[in-house]
């Protein structure tokens, strides 16, 4: 049998930016992979390109103009991956595997940003039709080329059989210090070391975990851009000085992905003009909904994630921009303060930047620990963090001591309470406090960092305002309380419009 006729081990759909990069991963670790786009010209491309590839241990591709031959060049029973736009498309390619002759044998797996509910739904619908797989993916181009971040749930048979291709093509890392194992070039993947993937759980538990990943993202990104904003406007620091501050900062604990690709951001000068590209870039953030579903999804389970919520505003409001001009010739604000210690400055804006990183992961932490309960998943938080140590957009040596947190204690209620942790935030808070109050005598909006101290500074405190919150819902609402001095699940009423208030338990 030719090259050209023997079957594939794995198909893929979708050749946009992630695709093409899995894609060529795949061959790299030994599979034949058959690829498929909806515009053919894109497939003619990337074989063009990338067909006389000299992949090792057999991998190769094949394109194919139409579904039928696609789904007739994979061995049966097949597994399939769709990396196609979230939404209907993911339905649609599903029913046009069907019809071309795809089965309750074969897995697909749908590799995008998809809402878990809609997973959720895929899998039941499909059942007898379709293996239907649901696995986040994140580590941007690179990530998807040389190993990124999978975050698989569905069928615990299917991941046995998906198994081997995710650890194979995962990013891998080193067990003992979190940091991943670099070196891959095409053709020549890295060996060694710990998977950046493993089972999360079924039905939609995988995106779900990758939704929770990119709403931390958002809040991690935006502690970024706030303590970036702090170092200009206090310390008055050139956009190089500050991507010289943030590589220092990489050296540190804050060592990850986003702070280092932070420094060559900020040192980059922008080719038309010479300027600092970081001023040339229109201050006006896009999203793509999953920070948005990670925000509202808190919000419908109760769990408090001010920080994530923060990170989304803080885009809306980046986006109206038009309405942020105009405002700026009115209204008006303080002087920024001075500081005459600008490298004591530097240093708490470093710990206000990893408290609220701690803050902000352990809220994300927390809405994965209701979410469990809510969908009937048993998450295992150590195993999420450490998955999420390399590859991933988050990866960060600070993961590690997640993975050793949740270690030590499985059951840990809140991030907050692990040892590491509390002794962290209690040792930096006062460069954290510090440095927002400064921001706020200057008039400089910190809402990311402002909301993770608020959530640590609510987490400490035994007593709140929402007794009288409570009595206040009562008073005009009937709503009824519970008392300090009586047993909890025991609720009472005022008669408040009476003459005489009396107090009755309801």
């Known amino acids: ?23 060529l991963n795949l061959a790299d670790h030994g599979y ?7 515009t053919a010209s894109a497939t003619t491309e990337f074989l063009a390109e990338h067909g006389a590839d000299g992949f090792p241990d057999g991998g190769g591709l094949r394109g194919c103009d139409t579904l039928d031959a696609f789904v007739a060049a994979i061995a049966a029973p097949r597994v399939i991956v769709m990396l196609v736009k979230a939404g209907p498309a993911v339905d649609a390619v599903c029913e046009q595997l069907i019809a071309a ?40 181009e690179v990530g998807a080329r040389f190993g990124p971040s999978l975050m698989p749930g569905g069928d615990p048979a299917a991941w046995q059989r998906l198994r081997p291709i995710w650890e194979s093509i995962s990013a891998k890392v080193d067990p003992d210090t979190g940091r991943a194992i670099e070196g891959a070039t095409p053709g020549a993947p890295v060996s060694g070391g710990e998977p950046c993937t493993t ?36 310390i008055g620091l050139a956009p190089t000085a500050i991507g010289d501050v943030f590589a220092t900062y990489n050296e540190g604990e804050l060592e990850s992905y986003l ?21 040339v870039v229109l201050d006006r953030a896009g999203m793509k909904g999953t920070g948005t579903w990670t925000a509202v999804n808190a919000l419908e389970l109760g769990v408090p994630a001010a920080s994530i919520a923060e990170a989304v505003m803080a885009r809306a409001m980046s986006a109206d921009k038009d309405g942020r001009s105009a405002a700026s010739r009115i209204l008006v604000g303080p002087t920024a303060e001075t500081v005459e210690d600008s490298a004591g400055f530097v240093d708490m804006v470093r710990d206000a930047l990893y408290c609220s990183k701690i803050c902000a992961y352990a809220q994300g932490f927390q809405l994965m620990r209701a979410a469990q309960s809510e969908y009937d998943w048993t998450l295992d938080f150590g195993q999420i963090a450490r998955i999420w140590r390399g590859g991933c957009i988050i990866r960060a040596v600070f993961l590690q001591k997640i993975t050793e947190a949740y270690r030590r204690e499985p059951g840990l209620a809140n991030l907050l309470l692990d040892p590491y942790f509390a002794g962290e935030i209690a040792r930096r808070q006062e460069g954290w406090r510090r440095v927002l109050a400064t921001a706020v005598r200057s008039g400089i909006p910190c809402p990311a960092i402002a909301s993770a101290l608020a959530y640590y500074d609510a987490y400490r405190s035994e ?6 919150l409570q009595a206040q819902r009562d008073y005009f609402g ?17 008669d408040w419009p009476a003459a005489e208030r009396t107090l009755a338990e309801v």
Request: with cysteine; charged share 20%; net charge negative.
């Open 1 to 23: 049998m030719s090259a050209d006729t023997c079957p594939c081990d794995v198909g893929l759909i979708g050749l946009g930016v992630m695709g093409r990069n899995i894609v």
């Open 199 to 234: 089972y999360l759980g079924p039905n939609g538990a995988g995106h779900y975990v990758k939704m929770v990943h990119n709403g931390i993202e958002y809040a991690d990104m935006q502690l970024i851009g706030e303590s970036y904003q702090l170092l200009r406007s206090i």
């Open 259 to 279: 702070i280092e690709i932070t420094a060559d951001i900020l040192r980059q000068a922008d080719p038309v003009t010479g300027q600092p590209l970081v001023d």
């Open 463 to 468: 007593t709140l305002p929402a007794g009288l």
């Open 32 to 38: 034949r992979v058959a690829v498929y786009n909806r």
């Open 478 to 494: 009937a709503h009824s309380f519970e008392r300090t001095d009586r047993p909890r699940g025991q609720f009472f009423h005022l």
């Open 101 to 140: 002759g795809a089965n309750a044998d074969d897995i697909v797996v749908d590799g995008g940003n998809s809402l878990w509910t809609d997973t959720i739904r895929r899998e039941r619908d499909l059942k007898g039709k379709l293996s239907f797989f649901g696995s986040g993916i994140s580590g941007g």
